[in-house]
Every structure is written in C-alpha cells, then in structure tokens.
C-alpha cells in the first residue's frame, strides 16, 4: 500500500493532465435512499475513467527504471487501455492494447484514437491477457499488468480527493474489476487513519471476487456480464484479493439489469454518462440503503464510456 506521502507525490505527478474530479450531491439521486449520498465523478478525466490516474504513474516510474524501453502492452476491456495509450504517447512509447472479441466499440476506437494499435483476440478478458503477454515476447514489448502497486499509487489520488472534500464519511462504495481502485481507496483511508467502511461492487455475473471474500479462499469464475465489462473477471489478482479480504466490509452484487436500471437513475438525476461498471456502487447502495439509513456514503462513478447500444437500453 502507498503511504501518504506517496500518494501526494503522485498527486503532483497527474495534476498537468487530470484536475481534481468533483464529488457532488444530487438531491434527486438522494430521493428515497434515506442517506446523505455523494458522488465522485471520475467520468470526468480525459479518458472518461479513473484508470487513467494509475496509467500516467505507471508510465513515469517505468521510464525511470527502465530508459531503454521502447513500447508497451496491455489487455483490457477499454478503460485500462486507455489509461495505457494516454501515459504511452505522453512518454513516448509505442502503445499495443489487446481486447476481446466483441469489446465495446466506442472504448476501441477511443485507444486508437489515443495512439494505441488494437488486437481483438479471445472471449473474454483473460483471453486477451494471455495473449498479450505472447505478443509481448514476441516483439520485445513491456506488458503492463491490470493490477499493479504503481497502479495503484496513481488511482489513491482520487481516494485522497474524495476524502478531503467529504468529511466523516460513514462508507464508501466502489466497484472491483481487477481491484486497482478498491485498493486505492483503502490505501488512502488507511494512510489518513480514517474509519470509513469500504463496500465492494461486482456484477452477479462476474462474482469471482464475491465468491472469494465469501469464502476466504481464491475463487476463479467465468465472467458472463454483457453491461459491466469494466467488471468482467473471470481470474482474481491474488495481491489484491488478500487486501479485499482484510479491508472490505462486504463484497456487494449487483445484476445486469439493476446496473442499467442505475445508468437510467444517474443520468436523469445529474446528466452524467454512467457506464455499466461506472454504476454498479450506486446500484448497491440502492440495494443496502436500508443498512445506511442517516448516514453520510459516498459512491465512485468510475467510469462513463457507455457503448451506445447500452446507452440506448439504458434510456428505455
């Protein structure tokens, strides 16, 4: 976990790229919950997702301790890839980003757009991640994982944000796809000696980490998600497992259809994009608000790169 001083240091390394992203009450997104609900939008980066934070830290100490590297490689689903393309291109360096078949198109042509050169391969997320670290023998290219510490020091910034605008916060809720973000949200509560409880998210239909907070022990399960991609894992990362396992206070569900149900909500509250993944901490509180009657919860829209066909059901 990074320390304090850490985290601010790479506070100070985004902030030319990334300014502090709001935390906003919705007095319409509050209706009924029965708590004081904050949102911190990190659909408001550049890339529309808070893995940019971890991408730009990454990329910095890679270059430090390795100057000779000339390109890097990544699978993802989009939002990590993104991360990957934005920091590459500002440092210089080749960018390939491997996605599975059928990923979301609008998240595939925004890496391209960043510089990124883009292989489809596989079904599935763990598909596309044993492939790249092929290609990254192949053609001498730097794999960078989805979970990482130097990922996780860039995504704590957000965490610090959050708990530096919000006071005494009672829970926060976040999603856990590969475990980055839970993890910097926990390292900056503990670096802050706070007490907020940190709920995990997943998709019902992606349940490997619920499965494995359930019951103790590492669980692998096939992801099935067609709304949550940001969530889609099949294969937990051990290193984060073990602090979801000491850290969180519940591992949350939520289906498909409560996660566009919670898009629909989002967007006609605050006219924010939510993306599948990006609502699934509100999707959850929706389902425990009896549990935080009175008190003061915050829920992290980590993304807002909607496909439009989403999008579109979503509207409905």
């Avoid at 300014?19 to 007095?27: A, I």
């Avoid at 980066?45 to 808070?50: D, E, I, K, L, Q």
């Avoid at 890097?72 to 989009?78: D, E, K, L, P, Y």
């Amino acid at each position: 976990m990074p320390t304090l001083s850490e985290i601010e240091a790479a506070k100070a390394l985004i902030r030319p790229h990334i300014r502090e992203t709001p935390t906003y009450r919705w007095p319409l997104l509050e209706a009924g919950l029965g708590c004081e609900l904050w949102l911190k939008h990190e659909n408001h980066t550049p890339v529309g997702a808070f893995k940019i934070r971890g991408g730009l830290v990454y990329m910095d100490e890679l270059k430090r301790q390795q100057p000779e590297v000339r390109g890097v490689i990544a699978a993802s689903t989009g939002n990590h890839g993104q991360s990957i393309a934005f920091a590459a291109r500002r440092n210089g360096l080749r960018a390939v980003i491997v996605v599975p078949h059928g990923n979301n198109p609008e998240k595939n042509a925004a890496m391209r757009s960043l510089g990124a050169e883009l292989v489809e391969h596989g079904r599935e997320f763990q598909e596309a991640l044993e492939y790249s670290c092929a290609i990254a023998a192949q053609e001498g290219l730097h794999a960078v994982p989805s979970f990482h510490p130097w990922l996780v020091r860039g995504v704590a910034t957000y965490a610090l944000e959050l708990f530096h605008s919000v006071s005494d916060l009672d829970a926060v809720f976040v999603p856990i796809g590969l475990g980055s973000g839970f993890c910097g949200v926990t390292a900056a509560r503990e670096a802050l000696g706070l007490n907020t409880k940190i709920i995990g998210v997943v998709s019902e239909h992606a349940p490997a980490y619920a499965l494995s907070f359930q019951q103790q022990q590492f669980v692998e399960q096939t992801s099935m998600t067609r709304v949550a991609e940001g969530v889609a894992c099949k294969t937990p990362n051990r290193e984060a497992l073990e602090h979801v396992m000491r850290h969180a206070h519940e591992v949350v569900t939520v289906s498909d259809e409560e996660a566009v149900t919670a898009m629909r909500e989002i967007i006609q509250a605050t006219h924010n994009i939510a993306e599948g993944a990006g609502a699934l901490a509100y999707a959850a509180l929706k389902k425990q608000r009896d549990t935080w009657q009175g008190k003061r919860v915050a829920c992290v829209l980590t993304g807002g790169n909607a496909s439009m066909s989403i999008l579109r059901e979503a509207l409905l």
